[in-house]
């Protein structure tokens, strides 16, 4: 049977997923070692709509997990040079 998650490269269309998603990991993935005034600031820091656009802007190529058509995680790498990539973000839904 084949696998019913399939990742794709996500498009400025996805900026609203992955915000949404960032907004439902962050807390319970960082809530015992960050104060939730920290988790917020991260959020708006890294996730706003704004600075999503901007990374992939700057390179960034953001990939989702889609399980039966449900986003269900996210990554985000860059190239540092040459054919050398940098994995920048990884998160799964907690769900």
């Given at each position: 049977m084949a696998s019913d998650i399939i990742i794709r490269r996500a498009t400025t269309t996805d900026i609203?997923?992955?915000?949404?998603?960032?907004?439902t990991i962050w807390p319970?993935?960082?809530g015992d070692i960050l104060s939730a005034e920290q988790i917020n600031y991260?959020?708006?820091?890294?996730?706003?709509k704004p600075s999503?656009?901007?990374q992939a802007q700057q390179g960034h190529?953001?990939?989702?997990a889609e399980a039966h058509g449900?986003?269900?995680?996210?990554?985000?790498?860059?190239l540092?040079?040459?054919?050398i990539y940098k994995l920048n973000k990884i998160y799964i839904l907690p769900s």
């Amino acid at each position: 049977m084949a696998s019913d998650i399939i990742i794709r490269r996500a498009t400025t269309t996805d900026i609203d997923t992955i915000h949404a998603m960032a907004h439902t990991i962050w807390p319970p993935t960082f809530g015992d070692i960050l104060s939730a005034e920290q988790i917020n600031y991260m959020l708006n820091l890294i996730y706003s709509k704004p600075s999503l656009q901007s990374q992939a802007q700057q390179g960034h190529i953001f990939l989702l997990a889609e399980a039966h058509g449900n986003p269900v995680a996210y990554a985000d790498y860059s190239l540092l040079k040459n054919t050398i990539y940098k994995l920048n973000k990884i998160y799964i839904l907690p769900s």
